[in-house]
Each structure stands twice: as structure tokens, then as C-alpha cells.
């Protein structure tokens, strides 16, 4: 059961080469790294190619036409080309420590369908001061305060507790670090690509899961990732680049559903 990594990506090549760096770090071997990208300019291909002669896995760039906020779809394409079993999710502004994909790969590897863990967020300074060194070191936990790790180990009792009472809703995903086994993500068909907005991509896909019957795992207690604010790339807050409202009305309406149309499979490309 080998590992496939997928990072998607919007033009935020500051942070997308450091979020590389600590792909470099990981203390598990990873099988293949796809960047699920939506619409970037030509410089984020250009980061890839050049990181891909250096990495020791293949690498592959997925991209698609930039109209508007289209993650759900980016995402989906590079699960569908993911050969491998376990399938772990990363954000291109979210830098990993070195054991996140060996954490990740431990519960995976028992048969635990998907699990979630949270983001350190870093602000504009921090990420200026953080060098690619720092990172290739393995070094980058330096970061995690003593707060953030109260913080995370509250939430992780809280996941652990709604989930053992079965709720619905938990655990809760932040789309930018999760991992899901490869049998799970098509037996609910993947991401709702109907969210072509900012926003309840991920919790819809939670939704799914949970009512298909499988149950995730918080690693809210030590599998954090640190998040480069979005003032690092300042094109990631232009004003051109729109984000459109989720439909909230769509969302509510799928509440207990178990699959979607619009996913890893759709009508016409079965």
C-alpha cells in the first residue's frame, strides 16, 4: 500500500516551495507526488519541473483552466490519476514536519477509512523569517507554541469524543491536511465538484463519508501542518481573483448523502 501525495495549488509559489522542502523531509517514502493545480501562471509549472529533477519520486503536474475558485475539481483530478492506496491531501501554502505522511500512513495502514488533523497559522513575518534550510533540517516544528499545542490537544479530546458518540459531522476536515485510503474517496465519488466556491468542499465530503459508514480519525494531537498566511503570495488577493458564495442552499440539501454526481466519476465518463 504505497503513498500517493496530492497538494493542490493557486498561484502561490512563495510558499509552494517551501511546502516542497518539508515534502523532502518526510520520514515515509513517498510513491508519487501530484500537484492538483487550478489554473496557476506558467512560473508554478516551472517550480515543479525544476523540483521534480530533484525529487526521489515521480512527480506529475495536473492543471486546468483558470475560471475562477475550482479546488474540488483540482483536487479530483489528481485522485483520478493516483495509483496508489493511501491518498493524503495537503494545501500548497501548508508546510509538513518531517513524520506527517509516517503519521498519516500508521492509522491508514490499520484500516482507518480517512483521518484529519490542523494547521499552525503562520503570519506574514514568520513565513519571511522561515528559511528553506530551516525546513530541509527538519526544523520547522520550532514554530508550534506551547498554546498551539493546548489548542490542538482540546480539539483532539473534543474529535475524539463526538466520534466515539457517532456524530455525524466529525471529524472535522480542513481540506488542506487529511488523508483518505483509496477505497473510501471513490465509494463516495470524491469531491462534490457542484462547489465551484469558497467553502463547504471539504465538509461536504465529511458528510459523505460519515453517512457511507466510515469513520475518521482526529490526529488533531500531533499531525499539524504550518500555514503560510496568503500575504505571502500576493497574487493569491487580487481583486480580479473572484471567489464565488458556495451554494449554502445546495450544501444543506445534501446533508445525509453517501455519493455525488459531479465527482471522481460523472455521467458520460464512467
Not at 503513498?3 to 508519487?32: C, R
Not at 501554502?93 to 491508514?108: F, H, R
Not at 462534490?192 to 466556491?197: T, V, Y
Request: include cysteine.
Amino acid at each position: 500500500m504505497g503513498v500517493s501525495l496530492i497538494i493542490s495549488s493557486y498561484n502561490q509559489t512563495n510558499a509552494l516551495a517551501l511546502v516542497l522542502e518539508g515534502v523532502l523531509t518526510q520520514t515515509h517514502p513517498i510513491d508519487e507526488l501530484l500537484i492538483g493545480d487550478d489554473g496557476s501562471q506558467p512560473d508554478t509549472r516551472e517550480l515543479i519541473d525544476a523540483f521534480a529533477q530533484r525529487a526521489p519520486f515521480p512527480v506529475q503536474f495536473e492543471t486546468q483552466e483558470d475560471r475562477g475558485f475550482r479546488k474540488s475539481r483540482a483536487v479530483n483530478n489528481a485522485i483520478r490519476i493516483a495509483k496508489q492506496e493511501h491518498i493524503l491531501i495537503l494545501d500548497g501554502d501548508c508546510i509538513p514536519p518531517p513524520k506527517w505522511v509516517e503519521n498519516y500512513v500508521a492509522v491508514l495502514s490499520r484500516g482507518v477509512p480517512f483521518a484529519t488533523a490542523g494547521y499552525v497559522l503562520l503570519d506574514l513575518d514568520q513565513v519571511q523569517a522561515l528559511s528553506k534550510d530551516q525546513i530541509a533540517a527538519g526544523r520547522v516544528d520550532e514554530l508550534i507554541t506551547a498554546e498551539h499545542r493546548r489548542k490542538f490537544q482540546k480539539i483532539h479530546r473534543k474529535e475524539r469524543l463526538y466520534a466515539f458518540l457517532r456524530q455525524r459531522k466529525k471529524p472535522k476536515i480542513l481540506g488542506g491536511n487529511w488523508a483518505a485510503n483509496r477505497e473510501c474517496l471513490y465509494a463516495v465519488n470524491g469531491f462534490d465538484e457542484r462547489f465551484d466556491g469558497f467553502g463547504k468542499e471539504d465538509s461536504d465530503i465529511r458528510n459523505r463519508l460519515c453517512n457511507a459508514g466510515f469513520r475518521g480519525r482526529s490526529l488533531w494531537d500531533h499531525n499539524w501542518v504550518y500555514h503560510c498566511t496568503h500575504d505571502f503570495d500576493p497574487r493569491r488577493n487580487l481583486p480580479e481573483v473572484v471567489r464565488s458564495e458556495p451554494d449554502y442552499n445546495y450544501y444543506t440539501s445534501r446533508l445525509r448523502a453517501k455519493t455525488c454526481e459531479l465527482g471522481l466519476v460523472q455521467p458520460g465518463n464512467g
